[in-house]
């Protein structure tokens, strides 16, 4: 796990970096700045863009990550590399000659509910096809165990010159309308510095002879793209539906729920970029042992960390509405329900990886297609009658349901699960500190509530988790600053 704790020690503070600048932009200047209305266009945008760059990027960013290590000379490698740049162009050119057609059709659809969306189609497309590069070339470092400058361009960057935007918006320097475009731009530049870091990790030459296993890293991909398509959707899926059900600024105050609970997902995306490139090498050299060690180490170490996160946000949550705009409480439940589906994520640990880097990956096409339909049926059903709360509990279900399903089925198949003793434990720790906590509140302004009730917190949960001894690794760090 040295490299593990190493590399995801770093992306967690980037990660935490990203998210500090997102709650300045999500919960302070865009709250003060942004119109109710554009606000929910940049989550709508956004949501739908992410919703199509697993088809974009045709799956080739998870390829890469998988068969990479397999190849073993340096003229193979560069054959595959090549190949991998090109074959997203082979959907993404017909998608856009399909867009350019159609485009009065599409606009005049998505407007159907909130008419200002229709104006800003292209951006879909664009930002879509920017994000599914960056991908790719955030692949190419990580097979190299290179994860910390990519994940600072993704975490960090995009929020970093977000936040710039406002300001810029703030001083009358741009109005709302060039605020939404400037995403764009963030994005084209963001796959630049990706690209130009990819290179000089490895600049291959490039060659277009025929790819050993060709038919095999081709297959993998048209199943990473509907796997990836899927995963995306029961992330995204309930902000492209609530365009067609409620008004715009509602999405808006959807997505500062979502952003508040995604804050839990901070340990997961920070291991993750260095957990799936060592499973893919685990399994290409049938360290089977090794895959289960890293499964169950990760979940662990995972747990506790979200569980922290989780316990200050939920117990912390009534001041942080206190301190927005009364209208977005609309959306507290939605914290609730979205924080349980970024805690799955942590306490699966290495699951995903699992999946996409073994012979195992085309089930989560077949499990996911379900899910999805459900997840439609849910939305469909939910919107009309709770609106943005039936949109929360329709992915919480989905995201659930799909989680553990995925997490069974590798349990069937390899005979490995991700729980130790030592999970439960921590699961009990989490319950415990949030019974406590989440009904004590003290009668002061809430930015002192949040500061006290935060620091008697992190002193209890902390000391607690030491005592317990719930993690070797987590103990280790703390030994060092003690002793």
Same mark, same amino acid.
């Given at each position: 796990?040295? $490299?593990?704790?190493?590399?995801?020690?770093?992306?967690?503070?980037?990660?935490?970096?990203?998210?500090?600048?997102?709650?300045?932009?999500?919960?302070?200047?865009?709250?003060?700045?942004?119109?109710?209305?554009?606000?929910?266009?940049?989550?709508?945008?956004?949501?739908?863009?992410?919703?199509?760059?697993?088809?974009?990027?045709?799956?080739?960013?998870?390829?890469?990550?998988?068969?990479?290590?397999?190849?073993?000379?340096?003229?193979?490698?560069?054959?595959?590399?090549?190949?991998?740049?090109?074959?997203?162009?082979?959907?993404?050119?017909?998608?856009?000659?399909?867009?350019?057609?159609?485009?009065?059709?599409?606009?005049?659809?998505?407007?159907?509910?909130?008419?200002?969306?229709?104006?800003?189609?292209?951006?879909?497309?664009?930002?879509?096809?920017?994000?599914?590069?960056?991908?790719?070339?955030?692949? @190419?470092?990580?097979?190299?165990?290179?994860?910390?400058?990519?994940?600072?361009?993704?975490?960090?960057?995009?929020?970093?010159?977000?936040?710039?935007?406002?300001?810029?918006?703030?001083?009358?320097?741009?109005?709302?309308?060039?605020?939404?475009?400037?995403?764009?731009? $963030?994005?084209?530049?963001?796959?630049?510095?990706?690209?130009?870091?990819?290179?000089?990790?490895?600049?291959?030459?490039?060659?277009?002879?025929?790819?050993?296993?060709?038919?095999?890293?081709?297959?993998?991909?048209?199943?990473?793209?509907?796997?990836?398509?899927?995963?995306?959707?029961?992330?995204?899926?309930?902000?492209?539906?609530?365009?067609?059900?409620?008004?715009?600024?509602?999405?808006?105050?959807?997505?500062?729920?979502?952003?508040?609970?995604?804050?839990?997902?901070?340990?997961?995306?920070?291991?993750?970029?260095?957990?799936?490139?060592?499973?893919?090498?685990?399994?290409?050299?049938?360290?089977?042992?090794?895959?289960?060690?890293?499964?169950?180490?990760?979940?662990?170490?995972?747990?506790?960390?979200?569980?922290?996160?989780?316990?200050?946000?939920?117990?912390?949550?009534?001041?942080?509405?206190?301190?927005?705009?009364?209208?977005?409480?609309?959306?507290?439940?939605?914290?609730?329900? $979205?924080?349980?589906?970024?805690?799955?994520?942590?306490?699966?640990?290495?699951?995903?990886?699992?999946?996409?880097?073994?012979?195992?990956?085309?089930?989560?096409? @077949?499990?996911?297609?379900?899910?999805?339909?459900?997840?439609?049926?849910?939305?469909?059903?939910?919107?009309?009658?709770?609106?943005?709360?039936?949109?929360?509990?329709?992915?919480?279900?989905?995201?659930?349901?799909?989680?553990?399903?995925?997490?069974?089925?590798?349990?069937?198949?390899?005979?490995?699960?991700?729980?130790?003793?030592?999970?439960?434990?921590?699961?009990?720790?989490?319950?415990?500190?949030?019974?406590?906590?989440?009904? @004590?509140?003290?009668?002061?302004?809430?930015?002192?509530?949040?500061?006290?009730?935060?620091?008697?917190?992190?002193?209890?949960?902390?000391?607690?988790?030491?005592?317990?001894?719930?993690?070797?690794?987590?103990?280790?760090?703390?030994?060092?600053?003690?002793?």
């Amino acid at each position: 796990m040295g $490299i593990v704790i190493k590399q995801s020690g770093w992306n967690l503070v980037i990660t935490a970096i990203g998210f500090i600048l997102g709650a300045l932009n999500v919960l302070i200047l865009a709250q003060v700045y942004l119109s109710d209305e554009y606000y929910g266009l940049w989550n709508y945008i956004l949501s739908t863009a992410f919703l199509y760059f697993p088809l974009m990027s045709f799956g080739i960013h998870n390829t890469v990550v998988k068969f990479y290590s397999s190849y073993s000379s340096k003229k193979e490698r560069d054959t595959f590399l090549t190949q991998m740049l090109l074959w997203p162009l082979f959907i993404i050119v017909p998608i856009l000659l399909l867009i350019y057609v159609s485009q009065d059709s599409i606009a005049a659809y998505i407007s159907d509910k909130n008419s200002i969306t229709g104006a800003y189609l292209w951006c879909i497309p664009l930002i879509a096809i920017f994000q599914a590069y960056f991908e790719i070339f955030y692949a @190419w470092v990580k097979v190299h165990m290179k994860t910390i400058g990519g994940n600072f361009l993704k975490e960090v960057f995009y929020r970093a010159a977000a936040t710039v935007s406002l300001l810029l918006l703030a001083y009358q320097i741009i109005d709302q309308q060039q605020f939404i475009y400037s995403l764009v731009i $963030i994005y084209g530049l963001r796959v630049v510095l990706m690209k130009i870091i990819a290179f000089k990790t490895y600049f291959p030459q490039f060659h277009f002879s025929s790819l050993p296993n060709a038919g095999k890293v081709f297959q993998y991909s048209i199943f990473m793209i509907l796997a990836g398509s899927i995963s995306t959707a029961l992330i995204d899926l309930d902000k492209f539906m609530l365009n067609q059900y409620v008004a715009i600024d509602l999405i808006g105050y959807y997505g500062i729920a979502i952003f508040i609970a995604t804050i839990i997902a901070v340990p997961a995306r920070g291991m993750a970029q260095i957990t799936h490139p060592l499973t893919a090498g685990h399994f290409n050299k049938n360290q089977m042992k090794d895959v289960e060690q890293l499964y169950k180490r990760s979940s662990l170490n995972l747990s506790i960390i979200a569980g922290f996160l989780m316990v200050i946000i939920i117990c912390n949550l009534n001041e942080f509405y206190n301190m927005m705009q009364p209208e977005t409480r609309v959306a507290l439940p939605v914290v609730f329900l $979205i924080a349980l589906t970024k805690f799955s994520e942590n306490i699966l640990g290495s699951n995903n990886a699992i999946l996409y880097n073994s012979d195992l990956y085309k089930v989560t096409l @077949w499990m996911g297609f379900a899910l999805t339909i459900a997840a439609i049926v849910l939305n469909w059903w939910l919107i009309p009658i709770y609106g943005i709360i039936g949109a929360g509990i329709a992915t919480c279900i989905a995201y659930l349901g799909y989680a553990f399903a995925k997490a069974y089925y590798v349990y069937r198949k390899l005979d490995m699960h991700p729980w130790t003793s030592k999970t439960w434990q921590a699961l009990l720790l989490i319950l415990l500190v949030i019974g406590v906590f989440y009904f @004590w509140d003290f009668a002061w302004h809430p930015v002192v509530n949040i500061a006290v009730k935060s620091s008697l917190i992190v002193l209890i949960y902390i000391t607690l988790a030491y005592k317990m001894k719930l993690s070797t690794e987590i103990n280790s760090i703390i030994n060092k600053y003690i002793a």
